[in-house]
């Protein structure tokens, strides 16, 4: 493994998987996406890209969340952005928002996980780290093409006058960019790829029906990175065992390139 330039953007494999509700196996994520990355093509919708410098993943203890929310983060400050982190459960953001401390948050996500606790009694979880994140860092939350939510979720949202583009309803591009014209720099963007539909991302762990198509939320990626300009951004909840035939891998990975490929040079 190489040392990584200053300023290069570098790829980081956050394996948690300790408080997942339903479909195991997204810890397997970073080492899937890094097994394919040599055989394909890296051609983006702004020309070809290099994979990023690979800092490895997170050396984590299976099962203790807060002692890995904690290595996350140590991980991340020593590496300093722009960086494309690969997960993992979604709790791992957390700890990108910790290290960062962005005054906007993009959440491109199905759920908005804005619960108090989950499951209950529960207060660190990947449903719960959104709400965290607004309590310890009075971070600014932008919730896009979020489809499966509570009351309690939306609720939140609207107290905090935090914008929400509903996945439930078809989603145009000035929906989109209305919402993104809020966020105030530095930003952070964290996408779950259970955002799009179980038929286009039969690799989650908590699948929900409907969605975006992948072209879909490419579109929507690439406006978030190009209004936004975050410092980094995260692809989380990619769970291999629930994958066919790599469907998922393949769109996980041309995501990753296209994110790195904005914040290299163009």
Known sequence: MRACREGEVKLIGAPMEDTLSFKPGARFGPSKIRQILPFLEYTTQFGNAAIPCDLGDVDLLQGMPLENLARIEALLRKAGPPWVMIGGEHTATLAALRALRPKTYIHIDAHMDTRDEWPPKQKISHATFVRRAVEELGIYVIYIAVRAYDDEERAFAEEMGFPV????RRISRRQVLDALSTATRPAYISLDVDVMD????PAVGTPEAGGLTYRELEGVFVDALLVARPLAV?????SPPNDVSDIGATRVARLLLTAAKIFGPR
Do not use: R
């Open 165 to 168: 583009v509903d996945g439930n």
């Open 198 to 201: 179980p038929a286009e991302m």
């Open 234 to 238: 995260d692809l989380m909840e990619f």
